[in-house]
């Protein structure tokens, strides 16, 4: 069995504060004289139901995380860690989603905190060998007009090298907000260059696809794995060739599916569609990019011939460099043609896939 760590792929869905290593989370509380809820510190994944009231905890950890990120040396050190555990995931491209709002008081403005990811992204992809783009996300759950700002700000700052902005989204409780309104901030996005990957398709199912396909026409959508829902819905966004960013992970930890099983992976894929797997929020899922491989091949049944097509189509999505993108690629085939099984992977057993196999029976209480 192929080690699925030396699978070379791309990190499209990563959430910058949803990165963080746990041991780092409690170090920076600690530092900061900040009580974290004790959920955040265990070795368990978030079981939450589905319904504004899950995702209102969800929020609330996610906030109590966020709030231990204050200043400059934190933020870099969030950077340099994500990538660092990108590359030793065989991860050779991270877009990583930062919304620089809750940063810029502590570091004198959304210039500044948005300017600090990038440097860091780019001494990060030195360090690493992981080139590191990043993308700007709004929040649905402020004013369309903030969105606008951000997006001009990411325009500002739009290229295809190493620690620039390669995209805009727009994130947060897709039940909340008016798709539409934010239809202007993406133009502006998209007017520079910038990818459009706006959230939908998880919280909520197919006819909210569509309205994020008419309104914000994206180029990938984060998660969209509700668009399989509806044959008709998933044909459309195959035609547009709009890729899914499906995060397995996420998806049972919010109550979209009782288990990882149950994630409709194999029917998007099969449909058509271009998928990209990726981890959202490792630091509240115990879930990283390697576990949403190891979903797709224990629990769907993907040969490996197949988890190589999803590694390509992530890498495909990516705004990588040519030179890094047909690097990836070259990489897949070299890993795809190596025959020996790897016992390092044979042996290991995933917590976080059995975590989420159990997800049915678990209490969704905890919301």
């Known amino acids: 069995m192929r080690d699925l760590t030396?699978?070379?792929?791309?990190?499209?869905h990563l959430h910058f504060t949803g990165s963080l290593r746990?041991?780092?989370l409690a170090e920076l509380a600690e530092r900061h004289r900040t009580r974290l809820p004790q959920v955040l510190l265990d070795a368990d994944p978030l079981v939450l139901p589905a319904d504004e009231r899950?995702?209102?905890r969800f929020q609330r950890l996610y906030d109590a995380a966020r709030a231990c990120v204050r200043g400059e040396d934190d933020m870099r050190r969030v950077v340099a860690e994500a990538a660092a555990d990108d590359a030793a995931e065989g991860s050779g491209r991270l877009e990583i989603q930062v919304d620089p709002t809750s940063y810029a008081p502590f570091v004198g403005g959304l210039t500044p905190a948005l300017e600090i990811v990038l440097d860091e992204a780019r001494r990060a992809a030195a360090a690493t060998g992981v080139e590191i783009g990043v993308v700007v996300a709004a929040s649905r759950m402020r004013h369309p007009l903030d969105a606008r700002v951000l997006a001009r700000l990411a325009a500002r700052h739009a290229g295809d090298g190493p620690g620039e902005v390669v995209g805009f989204g727009l994130s947060n409780d897709e039940r909340r907000g008016d798709t539409a309104e934010f239809a202007q901030a993406f133009a502006i996005a998209r007017r520079a260059g910038l990818a459009s990957v706006p959230h939908g398709g998880e919280l909520l199912g197919?006819?909210?696809v569509e309205s994020v396909l008419d309104h914000l026409h994206p180029d990938r959508l984060g998660h969209g794995v509700?668009?399989?829902e509806d044959p008709r819905v998933l044909a459309r966004v195959v035609e547009e060739g709009v890729a899914l960013e499906v995060c397995p992970a996420s998806n049972v930890s919010l109550g979209v599916y009782p288990t990882a099983?149950?994630?409709p992976l194999r029917t998007l894929v099969d449909a058509g569609?271009?998928?990209?797997l990726g981890a959202d929020d490792p630091l509240l899922f115990r879930s990283r990019l390697v576990d949403q491989y190891r979903v797709a091949r224990e629990m769907h049944g993907f040969t490996d011939a197949e988890l190589a097509d999803l590694a390509r189509a992530s890498i495909r999505a990516s705004r990588a460099s040519a030179a890094t993108r047909a690097r990836l690629l070259a990489g897949v085939d070299a890993w795809l043609a190596d025959d020996a099984a790897?016992?390092?992977e044979s042996r290991s057993t995933s917590g976080t896939i059995a975590a989420a196999g159990r997800g049915a029976s678990r209490s969704a209480a905890t919301g």
């Open 54 to 56: 899950g995702w209102f």
């Open 22 to 24: 746990v041991a780092t």
């Open 6 to 12: 030396r699978l070379p792929k791309a990190h499209l």
């Open 226 to 228: 509700r668009s399989g």
């Open 206 to 208: 197919p006819a909210h």
């Open 261 to 263: 099983r149950d994630v």
């Open 342 to 344: 790897g016992d390092d």
């Open 273 to 276: 569609a271009t998928v990209a």
